[in-house]
């Protein structure tokens, strides 16, 4: 269930009802020269500027009316439209126009050529989803983020140099390995070269079960993130090795509906040696830039297997200690 | 290209720009109780008046702005979101939706209480896009409704009784056979017993390459017209063995981006014996009802026998008059 909260940077706000728990989340500002891939340009800042004065209180006059977004059924449609919830959103996007449209119109204070400004923005940013299915994905997780004797990996995060994890038996531990080079397509005048490494928090919707993980439901992402469409099923596919469950909210169509493979066991990870698929933006290396292109890319094992030695050494003690 | 015409009825006008091709279509009224599976209650007349007064001439005045829509291009966008183009039309309802909202909310002669109106009804109306993928099928084929020499099948269309054919080579001569029983999921209350057999225009879209050519790119559609989404990917693949050719707008991203199966070779169809997929809506055998379900049905291989019979009839005269 979604809200907006409007202060001087208008956030959603997204409540797990099921385990009390909350996750925020900025609105998404598009690709290219965005201020979460490091970008601070005049245009960048004038687009925040009309993201807290226009769209944040449009979106959350909006909201009031119609009530919360329901985000495990748009998600659930999304992964039936085409979208796996990371770099694929065109149609959670879409799903959330048609919904609030009708809001937006009827809010008398807003003047219509306001309604129209944010209609566009929205129609013209089809990542705008995204930051829906980020902070579902860690209130999903953060239910899980103090859950003694679990090895189930409750956080997946990355700065540029390190990529850590955190463990639901561990609760606040970090453990880290080297930030990854993502293999993808870049935006025109970018290459390689130009690349950070592995960056930002949007991993946690592969730690929650979508994004890379529901890929199979995405197989048209290729064109975003680079490989064949049968690689889409296949990685999909690949991490139901490692995860402990099937999603029951979120099917893939191209599977028979199977559910999306959720909550990824370090035990199973370290014991076949299967990477989470992760797909990602890729960020300039040079701050002011911003976001390069997109691509697909694997965490180092090595986090994992300190996750592991880590969690054998705190319950073995325990389990003795019980015996 | 397409735009709306008012009269006492609007009516979607399609432009086939490279063929000069002109194909008209109601506007898509929703399901069950609808006036084009034979319902006429209070309640379809009342939404039909509704339509003529308040949607036709809101979208008219939105389109006049906008100009026309891009229907090569938003059927190609839908066909990458999970739709096929004859029965699950979720992905195009939902582009139309934010591409004409914005101007709907600027047309200031129009209250905003009824902007909002007919952005409701859109987005209650997932099969608002049919009855745009079916006139683009039209204009597409009537292109080859008189082309000399060619056995590919320009129409195909059934009334409930007949299902009946035309070959590009042949003209406006009809081949028909016995409508065939529609194999499907039936809407709450109703069953297989309720149903009228194949019934309707829609097939011009298989006709034309998308619909049931396409459900590959559309496997949760198996949801609302049976079977598994294997059978979607698989049937598919068998229309290229009767087609001549991969449409170059139209791509399936599980194919790993293939091109629609598009023109079916009476010929092929013949020497291979596979018939046309098609899936399609269930009218109630009685007048007044209205749709009462979806399914998958295949053509009577008579029709195509009688249509390759007069082809080579007509042809094969022809062939030595001009040796």
Redesign the interface.
Known sequence: MAGIVTASMPVWEVVNEAAGTTAFCTLNEGLGKVLRYGAYAPEVIERLRWMRDVLGPALAAALERHGPLDLRSLIA?AL???DEGHNRN??G???V???L???L??D?SLP??R???V??F??GNDHFFLNLTMPAAKSAVAAIADLPWSSVVSVMARNGVEFGIRLAGLGPRWFVGEASVVEGLYLPGFKAEDAARDIGDSVITETSGIGGFAMAAA??I?QFVGG???DA?RLTQRMYAITLAESEAYKI?????RGTPTAIDVVKLVETGVLPVVNTGIAHKEPGVGMVGAGLVRPPLACYHAALAAFVDAYDERARAEL
């Open positions: 449609q039936q439209m085409g065109r149609a996007t879409s799903l126009i048609r919904e449209a009708p809001f119109v009827e008398e219509r050529a309604v129209a400004e209609l566009r929205l129609h197989p048209a290729v064949r469409a049968s099923l169509p191209a599977l028979d509906f």
